[in-house]
């Protein structure tokens, strides 16, 4: 029996739409025991038996205990999680040595998008992309002067019903537009700079087509600003907030205000995992 703990994820981070992630720490839990009756539906099963077959190896069917869970469908990266954890749990079982790299091609090849999986292995903020349908990602640097929340929804949002509102198009001042806030906000990111931070993580890939789906997301942004929010974006697809607040500002002004919106909202401090994915034997 073992154990394998996976960060929630935060991705996308305003405008690194589908290229950064950030690792939390918020874990999911995945306890594996040998069985005779798995459950073949659960993702991490089936992701444990991709990544066995991809590696040329033999396991046994095991079950798959979660203890703890990362919150579904609201934009933390709970399906890369299961992914990761899957992959791990057939590289231990396989008993080679795979370096990290292919690991993570495993698990972004699995979950169609690096973005969450990369930061849910390795820990802290990182950006990935493909090319040629190999993965490529690096690891930033985080400054110490930050901190993070996120504000959690009772309500869930589809992932495919987020990504089919994009446009198939963009305009060439809007891409250049990105880049130039994607550049800042890596820079903010890393040096803790509240002004900066203020203004580094607005976005016109997404956040805009996206933001409407959310019957809350207005009222919600202005009162975490108010409330000393230093940036405010989606997290992964949504319908979860991640907020970059300064180390020590716990948004205590926030909290009651929450009882305004229609919809129920929890906040959670946060801050950032930098250790990714671990496993540890029973």
């Not at 025991?33 to 991809?54: G, V």
């Not at 504000?151 to 990105?178: E, G, H, Q």
């Not at 890939?205 to 989606?234: C, M, N, W």
Request: aromatic share 8%.
């Amino acid at each position: 029996m073992f154990e394998i703990r996976v960060p929630a994820t935060s991705a996308n981070l305003g405008p690194g739409f589908d290229s950064l992630g950030i690792a939390l720490n918020i874990h999911g839990h995945f306890v594996f025991e040998k069985t005779s009756s798995p459950d073949k539906k659960h993702l991490t099963f089936k992701a444990y038996r991709k990544a066995l077959d991809w590696m040329n190896a033999t396991g046994p069917d095991l079950q798959v205990h979660t203890p703890k869970i990362i919150p579904v469908g609201v934009g933390l990266g709970s399906s890369a999680a299961c992914i990761v954890a899957g992959v791990l749990a057939a590289s231990h079982i396989s008993g080679q040595d795979i370096p990290k790299r292919e690991l993570l091609q495993m698990a972004a090849t699995l979950e169609g998008h690096p973005d969450n999986v990369a930061p849910a292995l390795y820990g802290g903020l990182v950006s990935s992309g493909w090319r040629e349908e190999k993965v490529f990602s690096g690891k930033l640097p985080l400054s110490g002067k930050i901190a993070f929340a996120v504000l959690i929804p009772s309500f869930s949002l589809s992932t495919s019903i987020a990504r089919n509102v994009l446009p198939k198009n963009v305009s060439f001042s809007d891409a250049t537009y990105n880049l130039s806030q994607l550049g800042l906000s890596i820079s903010a990111l890393a040096n803790g700079d509240p002004e900066l931070i203020c203004h580094a993580f607005d976005d016109r890939l997404h956040q805009p087509y996206r933001f409407p789906l959310i019957e809350d997301v207005d009222q919600l942004i202005d009162i975490a600003k108010k409330s000393g929010a230093l940036a405010v974006t989606l997290s992964g697809a949504g319908p979860s907030l991640f907020l970059i607040r300064q180390k020590g500002n716990k948004l205590e002004g926030l909290i009651p205000r929450l009882a305004e919106c229609k919809h129920h909202w929890k906040l959670r401090l946060c801050l950032p995992d930098m250790k990714g994915a671990q496993l540890k034997e029973f």
